[in-house]
C-alpha cells in the first residue's frame, strides 16, 4: 500500500490549475506526495475572452491551453475525467470507471448558468459559459446570417437578423459589444444591410453594470448606443420561446437567437456533494478556505461562499478570486502536511474592467477606498496587462506570445485597442531584394577591410584616435597615421575616423551623436580601448577583428536567408555601436533601417530558415526544460 500522500485537485478552471501549480512548487522536492488535477476537459479554458471567440475576434484554439501542456514538467497528473460521486467519508472520487482515492481534496469546479425557473430559458437560449458555448454561438451567429441572405419573408428575416443577450452585467455587455462590432463584417460577407441587424442588451435591474459607478455606467451606454444596441432595462425575462422572448410587460421580441449571460451557479457536480452550501451551489468555507464540515476539503474560486470579517457579502465569483484563493488553500495543504502557520483568506480586490467590443471598455480600479476609472484604450491597456500577468503563471511566454499575437498582430478589422495598425503585414517575399542587399554590403565592406586586419591586427582603424595623443603633441604622428588609415578604408560600417572630424568621406559628414551618449562611448573607450601612454589595448585589436568577421558573417547569413531575424538584429546592432562611435556615414542609416525592416524573418522566403527553422523548433520543443518553462513558440 502506497504510503504517499494524495492531493487531488477537482476542475482545471482558474482557480485549478493555479492550486495546481503552486501546489507542485511548493512540494517539488518531497516524493511522498501525489498531486493529482482531474477535469473532464483535456484543456484549460479562458473564460474571461469567450465572447472573443463567440463573436469572430479571435481563433477558437486562442482560449484553450492544454491542460498537460500547462504541468509540462511538474509534479501534477492531469487526469481527464468526469467525476460523478464523492464520498467524503471514504475520501474517494467516483467516476463511471475509476475511483480516485485521496488525503487532501482541493474543490475547483466552477459554475454553470443558472435560469431561475424561467420557462424556456434552458431549451432555448444560447450559452456562453464553455468553449463550446463559445464555439457553438458563433456558428449560430452565422447560421442565422446565412439563412437571411436567402430569406424573402421580411418578418422572417428580421427575426433571423435580431438578437437579445439576456443580462446587463460584465459577461452580457461584452457579448452584445462584441456582435455590435462583428455586425460590420457580417453585413458585408453576407450582403445585408446594417439597418436590418437589431441588437438588444436587456436585464431586471435598472441599470446595466450595477457593480460600476455612474459615470463608467454612462460611458458605456453611450458606447453601446453609439454601435446601435438597444439597452432595455427594468425589463426580466419571463418566458422564452423558440422564435421569440417576452420582457415582462415591456412586450415580445421575435428572435431566434436569446443569449443567456445572467446569473450562475455551482457546477452539477456540486449540487452531488454532502456539505454545507448556500447561495447557488455554492460551498461554505472557514477563513483557511476549508469546507466546514470536512477539514481536509479545500474550496477555491467561483465555489467557495466565505464572507471575509468586516464584510457583509461573500466574496465575488470573479477571476481575481480565484487568483488570490490559490495560493492560500495551497499553502494550507502544505502546512497540514508539513507543519508550520496556517494563512487566513483576506482578500483586497483591485477592480474590474469590461470591454465593449475590442477597442474600447471601461475600468474601475485600485484599492480599497481609493479607486479610479479609466475608459478608451487605457482601460483597454489595463485589461490586456492583467491578461499576460495571469497567462504568464498558467503558461508563461508560450501563451503571452500568443495572446499578443491574437489580439494584437493578427487582428482582422482593426478589432483591437490599437485599431489595426499592428496588424497589418506583407508577404515576406517583398522583403528578399532588401536583404540581399543589405547582406551584400556587410560582406563589401567586411571583405574590404579583412587583409588590413589579416596583415597586422595592431593597426586600428575602426576606433577613434586616442586622445591623450592630441593632449602630448597637438597633432601627434599616431593620430596623423589613423586618420590616413581611416581615409584610405572608407566603408560603409565606418570609415570617418574621429580625427577626420566633419571633413567625413565620399558620403558626406558622420551622423550627429547626442553629447551624453557620446561621453558614455569615450568613457568606456578610455577603459577598455586606450592606454595611458595614447595607444591600443589588445581589446581594441580583439574587437576590430571581431567587428570585421562579423560584418562578413552576418552578410553572408542575410545573403542565405539563414537565422535571418538574429543576424538583422545584429546588424541593428553593430550599426548603432558605430553610430554612437561617431564614425558612422550617412550610408549607414541603410543598415539601421534595413535591419529593423528584416527582423520579421524575411529568410522564411528563398532561404534556408524555410528548411532550417521548423526543424529546430521540434528539437528545440523537446527538451525538458524548455516544454517546463514554455520557452517556445506554437
Known sequence: ?????????????????????????????????????????????????????????????????????????????????????????????????????????????????????????????????????????????????????????????????????VGGGFTGIEM????????????????????????????????????????????????????????????????????????????????????????????????????????????????????????NVYVVGDNMFYIPEGEERPVPQMVENCEHSAPIAAHNIYTDIKGGQKKSYKPEFHGVMVCIGGRYGVAHLGLPGRFFGLSGFFAMFVKHFINLVYFFQVAGFNKCWSYMMHEIFHIKDRRSLVGGHLAKSSPNFWLVPLRLFIGYKWVEQGLHKLPGILKDPSKIFLIPAPPAADAVTGASQAAAETVQQAADAVSAASQVAEAAGEAASQWGNALPVPDFIDSIVKWSMDIFFYTPDGGFTVLAQVFQAGMVIAEVIVGLMLIAGLFSAAASVISVAMGMMIWASGMAPTEMLWYLTGGVALIGGSGSVFGLDYYVLPFLKKIWKKIGIVKKWYLYID
Open 1 to 165: 500500500m502506497s504510503s504517499k500522500k494524495k492531493v487531488v485537485v477537482l476542475g482545471g478552471g482558474y482557480a485549478g490549475v493555479l492550486t495546481a501549480k503552486k501546489l507542485a512548487n511548493k512540494f517539488k522536492r518531497d516524493d511522498s506526495i501525489e498531486i493529482t488535477l482531474i477535469d473532464r476537459q483535456s484543456y484549460h479554458t479562458m473564460l474571461t475572452e469567450l465572447h472573443e471567440v463567440a463573436a469572430g475576434r479571435v481563433e477558437e484554439d486562442s482560449i484553450r491551453i492544454d491542460l498537460k501542456k500547462i504541468f509540462t514538467g511538474r509534479k501534477v497528473n492531469v487526469v481527464l475525467d468526469e467525476i460523478t460521486e464523492l464520498d467524503f467519508k471514504g475520501q474517494v472520487l467516483k467516476s463511471k470507471d475509476n475511483s480516485y482515492k485521496y488525503d487532501y481534496l482541493v474543490v475547483g469546479t466552477g459554475c454553470k448558468p443558472t435560469y431561475f425557473g424561467i420557462p424556456g430559458a434552458e431549451e432555448y437560449t444560447q450559452k456562453l459559459w464553455s468553449y463550446d458555448d463559445a464555439a457553438n454561438l458563433k456558428n449560430h451567429i452565422l447560421t442565422m446570417f446565412r439563412k437571411a441572405m436567402k430569406e424573402t419573408d421580411k418578418k422572417e428575416r428580421e427575426k433571423l437578423l435580431t438578437f437579445v443577450v
Open 176 to 295: 452584445i459589444g462584441e456582435l455590435a462590432e462583428w455586425q460590420d463584417r457580417l453585413c458585408e460577407d453576407f450582403h445585408i444591410d446594417k439597418e436590418e441587424v437589431k441588437l438588444y442588451v436587456v436585464d431586471a435591474l435598472p441599470t446595466i453594470l450595477p457593480n460600476l459607478p455612474a459615470n463608467l455606467i454612462k460611458k458605456a451606454e453611450r458606447r453601446l448606443e453609439k454601435m446601435n444596441v438597444k439597452i432595455v432595462t427594468g425589463a426580466g425575462v419571463t418566458e422564452v420561446k423558440k422564435d421569440s422572448v417576452t420582457l415582462g410587460e415591456k412586450g415580445t421580441v421575435d428572435t431566434y437567437s436569446v443569449i443567456w449571460a445572467v446569473g450562475v451557479e455551482g457546477a452539477d457536480i456540486i449540487e452531488k456533494m454532502d456539505v454545507q452550501q448556500k447561495g447557488r451551489k455554492r460551498i461554505v468555507t472557514n477563513d483557511k478556505l476549508q469546507s466546514v464540515d470536512y477539514k
